[in-house]
């Protein structure tokens, strides 16, 4: 079973930035698209980026050029960059793996997300 951990998360100022990591167990993780999910208090989880491991990526509408997804093959590592954070940011976010863009079916377990805080 692959899994995931998240990493980075924490208070910030409106405006501010953060940068997200995310460890995966996977194999061949270069050959998995990778995506970051968001969720608010109280919410469901919701899809902030994905990133195909041929290089596409496809943002949200709120996100789009505030925040920056990567990947670090060698590392088996996935980052989000998150810039001019916004208090509705505020949340916990996840990482997972997908086969073929289907986001229905992630590869890794859930993992216990990163806390994010914008606030003043």
């Known amino acids: 079973q692959v899994q995931v951990v998240e990493s980075g998360g924490g208070l910030v100022q409106p405006g501010g930035s953060l940068r997200l990591a995310c460890v995966a167990s996977?194999?061949?993780?270069?050959?998995?698209?990778l995506g970051w999910y968001y969720q608010a208090p109280g919410k469901q989880r919701e899809l902030v980026v994905v990133?195909?491991?041929?290089?596409?990526?496809n943002y949200t509408d709120s996100v789009k050029g505030r925040f920056t997804i990567s990947r670090d093959n060698a590392k088996n590592t996935m980052y989000l960059e998150m810039s001019d954070l916004k208090p509705e940011d505020t949340g916990t976010y996840f990482c997972?793996?997908?086969?073929?863009?289907?986001?229905?079916?992630?590869?890794?377990?859930w993992g216990p997300g990163t806390q994010v805080t914008v606030s003043s």
């Open positions: 996977a194999d061949l993780f270069t050959l998995y698209d």
């Open positions: 997972n793996l997908f086969v073929n863009s289907d986001l229905s079916r992630p590869m890794a377990s």
């Open positions: 990133a195909k491991y041929g290089g596409d990526t």
